[in-house]
C-alpha cells in the first residue's frame, strides 16, 4: 500500500513526487470538485495504450484500451462511474488521449461498491504533466515512476493523511 502525503506518493520506503487535485485532498469528495478523496483505494486495474507502450507488470489485471473507449462521468445517466464505449450520450471523458496522459492508468477503487450518483468518479492514477500541475483529482507520477510503481506490487492507496 502506498501514502499520500507532503505532495508525494511514498511506496516502498521512496518518495515520488506526485500530483493531486487542484483543491487537495478533500473529505467530502463531489463530482466536479477538482479534490482528491481522502480515501484508502485498491487499484482495481491497470489500463494501457499497447500503441504506444508495453504491457506494464501490476499486481492486478491489466487491459489494452482502444480509441473508443471513455469513463462515463455523468451522474444523471445509468453508466455513471464505469467505463464505456464512445460515442455516448452522457457527460464523459475520452480515455484514448493525445498528450500521453493516459498511456497507462491505474483504475483506483472510488466510489465503485456501490456507485453513488454525484459522489465523484474515475480517480485513476496516471501520468502526470511535466510541470505537475493538479489533476482533476486523480493522483498523477512521472511515467517512469508510475510504471516502476506498478511493477513493485502497488496494491492502492492511501490518502487519508
Known amino acids: 500500500m502506498a501514502t499520500l502525503r507532503e505532495g508525494a506518493l511514498w511506496f516502498d520506503g521512496r518518495r515520488f ?8 485532498v478533500v473529505a467530502h469528495k463531489e463530482e466536479g470538485d477538482s479534490g482528491t478523496p481522502s480515501a484508502l483505494m485498491a487499484l482495481r486495474r491497470v489500463l494501457y495504450r499497447a500503441d504506444r ?17 471513455g469513463w462515463c462521468d455523468d451522474p444523471a445517466h445509468a453508466d455513471y462511474n464505469r467505463m464505456i464505449r464512445l ?3 452522457g457527460r ?4 484514448w488521449r493525445g498528450d500521453g496522459l493516459y498511456d497507462v492508468i491505474g483504475v483506483l ?5 456501490p456507485v453513488r450518483r454525484g459522489r465523484g468518479s474515475a480517480i485513476f492514477l496516471h501520468v502526470a504533466r511535466a ?18 510503481v506498478l511493477a513493485q506490487g ?4 492511501d490518502t487519508r493523511g
Not at 500530483?19 to 487537495?24: D, E, S, T, V
Open 17 to 24: 513526487p506526485a500530483a493531486i487535485g487542484a483543491h487537495g
Open 53 to 69: 507502450i508495453a504491457p506494464p507488470r501490476a499486481a492486478v489485471a491489466i487491459e489494452p484500451i482502444a480509441p473508443d473507449d
Open 87 to 89: 460515442p455516448h450520450p
Open 92 to 95: 464523459h471523458e475520452a480515455l
Open 109 to 113: 477503487g472510488w466510489n465503485d461498491d
Open 131 to 148: 510541470d505537475f500541475r493538479p489533476t482533476e483529482g486523480c493522483i498523477a507520477l512521472a511515467a517512469a515512476d508510475l510504471l516502476g
Open 154 to 157: 502497488l496494491g492502492g492507496i
